[in-house]
């Protein structure tokens, strides 16, 4: 259960990490094109 759960929070930590750079990525665009 302890290895499942490690997974499990595996793929949160990644998908988190992969959802903060693509809202980076966002604003970073919008700030260039408002500018």
């Given amino acids: ?18 959802v903060a750079t693509a809202l980076a990525g966002v604003f970073g665009l919008s700030s260039c094109i408002g500018r």
């Avoid at 259960?1 to 992969?18: D, E, Q, R, Y």
């Fill in 1 to 18: 259960m302890s290895a499942k759960s490690k997974s499990v929070w595996g793929i949160i930590l990644k998908s988190i990490v992969a």
